[in-house]
């Protein structure tokens, strides 16, 4: 009898009800698309906040900027040669140095012994070098590897600075094995078993069957790896700040000092006290963003297309 | 053709002593890291060394109290950012895939978790400090925020997309509406997931300095206010590692062995709740 009375009552309530349901649904939805949003802003902003502040070293030199030799902000000349060279000397070496290792954990793990304590312990430990700071890389590297690569440079006769490139390439070597390491492990194992079982059905060797069908089937996934560790070695700030040595000149040798893009932002940022100065440093980081950005993304690229196949 | 197997075997035998060979020795490196750093600082450590503040220069002791506040301070506070974002934007990407705007956003966090520190330090520098004036914690607990999101949006939306989508649909199909059935029955389903997620990111920024050298700065003071400059962990290791004062490396010294059991701690949380829910992260 209510209802018949009364309809609308009844029905508002419910509508009421499911309104304010409806009111949060669309809330929430509208909140989660927003925070997606956030993130393409994020990087936006950063993009246009390196590009805006580095403006006025761009207009004022031109593409010279990346081959000026001499870097020199007492007398305003800004040239990022010699910060070019040192990341790239100090990245290409310690990815020398970190392939073989990488390299040869993803294909233990993966293929030797992918079960068992012993495999866990070492998948640890890769983990755990992942897990330790760079300023304790750094800091070790100060006490214990300069003190050791200066010995080393004593015996080849060059003059003993002990910091350097070498030293910083050393570290960075270290901390930059498990990225490549630990991607290398779960491709080694999508290695589909059919064919390495055919490989030993027809009678090859465990290394044959490495090298001749798990290291093709690999190849471009694992050279993903290295471009992703690569990109890690060029953006590592810390442990590099502290052990390169910090010089404005181009490196000699790998034994002399020098200075990575990134080094020289965390140097001498605080201490750039006129535009052109501050605007020079803010180019090399848009510099490293750009490339790091590139590399990364390839290297994601070469990942999906390997898991997607 | 004996001879020759005989050979085959041999080359793969050394070849398989190779990769032993390298594989197990990068654990010579870390051991003697980890064995250093406890030696030099876990000598360091006691009460004194955590409630008081760094001695003047060449005066023995001193404590680090500043440091462990502020590190506390704006984890937590970069928490309360990222965490909420990273999990709301994670929620989306696994939800809606094939949108325009999830290729977009997952595109954007490939590159955040490519962009150096060091960058994110310079960028906040110019939203936070330069219009605000000062060095504060706030910018760094917002850089250290930035670094965390990639790895807690990347660690829901892979725990989310692991569910089965009967789970949700059983729900929807008993009018729940959708806030309520990701509220209450998927992000409870992942928790484990996302939980393994947030601890790993804040392994990773409670050790990051980069971003901090022009946002918190560092101060000699123990304070929680976010308008003002604040010291961390990491960053105190780093001023006092690089001052020529061997008083000042002691400290320093205790501080990366704080830091390291940490950060230690943190991977091992982690690794106990991947193993305890069987998630692969």
Redesign the interface.
Known sequence: MFCIRNPKFVENKRLKLSNS??K??I???R??????????L??L??LA??II?SMPSIKALGFGYLWGKVWDPVQNIYGAYPFLIGTLLTSFIALIISV??S???A???GE?NPKGWLSDL?K??????A??????????G???LVPMVRELEMKFHVLPYGIGILTASLILA?MI?PYGASLGISLIRMVPSPLKEGAYALGA????V?RSVIMPYTRSGLFAGVL?SL?RA?????AVT?LIGNTSTIPSSIFAPGNTM?SV??NE??EADHTEYLSA??EL?LV??FV??V???IG?RIITRFTNN | MEARIGM??I??NI??G??????????V??V??LL??IKQGAGQVNWKFLTGTPAPVGEAGGGIANALVGSFVMVMTASVVAIP?GM??G???S?NPRTK??Y??S?????????????????V???LVKPLGTFSALSGSIALA?MM?PIV?RSTEQTLKLLPDSLKEAALSLGV???RV?LKVTIPCGFAGILSGITLSI??V?????PL??TA?GSPFVSAALGKPMESL?HL??TY??SPYDDW?NL??GA?FI??MF??TL?IIT?VITRKWKIQL
């Open positions: 349901q409806l949060w649904e809330l929430f939805k909140i989660l698309i927003a925070m997606s949003i956030l993130l393409v994020i990087i902003g950063v906040t390196l502040e073989p290792f390299y040869a954990i294909i233990y793990l030797y070492l640890n430990t890769v983990e755990l070098i897990a330790v700071p760079s300023i304790i890389y750094g800091f070790w100060l006490f214990v270290i094995i060797t465990r290394f044959e490495i992703l990109g060029l953006g590592e700030t810390m502290m990134a932002i965390a940022f605080t440093l803010i980081g490293l963003f790091t950005v590399i990364n993304l994601k | 085959r075997n080359k793969s070849f398989k190779i990769i032993v060979f390298f594989a197990f020795l990068i654990t490196p870390l003697i890291i250093y750093i974002v709301a934007a929620v989306y990407l939800e705007l999830a977009y956003s595109l954007c966090v490939d590159i955040l978790q490519g962009v150096p520190s060091i960058v994110v330090g310079i960028v520098y110019f939203w930035i999101l949006i509406p959708y806030h990701i392994a990773r409670i050790g990051e300095t980069a050298l022009f700065f990491p290791i780093f590692a690089t490396h320093a010294w990366s830091l390291l950060v230690l991977n690794k």
